[in-house]
Antibody
Framework: QVQLVESGGGVVQPGRSLRLSCAAS????????MHWVRQAPGKGLEWVAG????????YHADSVKGRFTISRDNSRNTLYLQMNSLRAEDTAVYHC????????????????WGQGTLVTVSS | DIQMTQSPSSLSASVGDRVTISCRAS??????LAWYQQKPGKAPKLLIY???SLESGVPSRFSGSGSGTEFTLTISSLQPDDFATYYC?????????FGQGTKVEIK
């Protein structure tokens, strides 16, 4: 069965960096686009970044553009999110999510999500 | 940027009730809309894609409708397992935008 397991979260000071990982199993990782979606405490879902199945193209929300970078290693079945210049407003649970096959114009909703890893930005 | 607005933000209902949640897009998005269910401390679950297509394994009491700017998620007969928060999501042009969520609580 499909499993997505995030790791790398923790408490970090403002301005510092953190790298999140998402280990994927149960499907052909290299065939699907992947995403990071975050959820601030008690708040709704916010898409953060997405990457094509082969890593050729990436997309980032305006709120993180220039600070966060999504990447993947298909040989390791792992998705990453490099987060630099962290701010208090980046505090959230970060979920990785997999593209479904229900795509239109190469854009798809997400059919599997991980449980998430908590990032807390605080001095 | 397209904004997605859900209403209501929360509702109270009883088991067996018919529940309707609305999602409005700030401009036409055709049928490029999904609905998700999220329970506390859990990952979201895909319910509906392309506005009205039911994801495999999702009970038939869930249905979606709409196109353009107005969309609806309907639960025909609310069950105890359905108390959760529901999100709509627009997906297109390499952007994915969620509504703010609707929390369905027990009356």
């Amino acid at each position: 069965q499909v499993q997505l397991v995030e790791s790398g979260g923790g408490v970090v000071q403002p301005g510092r960096s953190l790298r999140l990982s998402c280990a994927a199993s149960g499907f052909t990782f290299s065939s699907y686009g992947m995403h990071w979606v975050r959820q601030a405490p008690g708040k709704g879902l916010e898409w953060v970044a997405g990457i094509w199945h082969d890593g050729r193209d990436t997309y980032h929300a305006d709120s993180v553009k220039g600070r966060f970078t999504i990447s993947r290693d298909n040989s390791r079945n792992t998705l990453y999110l490099q987060m630099n210049s962290l701010r208090a407003e980046d505090t959230a649970v970060y979920h990785c999510a997999k593209d479904s096959r229900y795509c239109t114009n190469d854009v798809c909703p997400f059919d599997y999500w991980g449980q998430g890893t908590l990032v807390t930005v605080s001095s | 940027d397209i904004q997605m607005t859900q209403s209501p933000s929360s509702l109270s209902a009883s088991v067996g009730d018919r529940v309707t949640i609305s999602c409005r897009a700030s401009q036409s998005i055709s049928t490029l809309l999904a609905w998700y269910q999220q329970k506390p401390g859990k990952a979201p679950k895909l319910l509906i894609y392309k506005a009205s297509s039911l994801e495999s394994g999702v009970p038939s009491r869930f249905s979606g409708s709409g196109s353009g700017t107005e969309f609806t998620l309907t639960i025909s007969s609310l069950q105890p397992d359905d108390f959760a928060t529901y999100y709509c999501q627009h997906y297109n042009a390499y952007t994915w935008t969620f509504g703010q969520g609707t929390k369905v609580e027990i009356k």
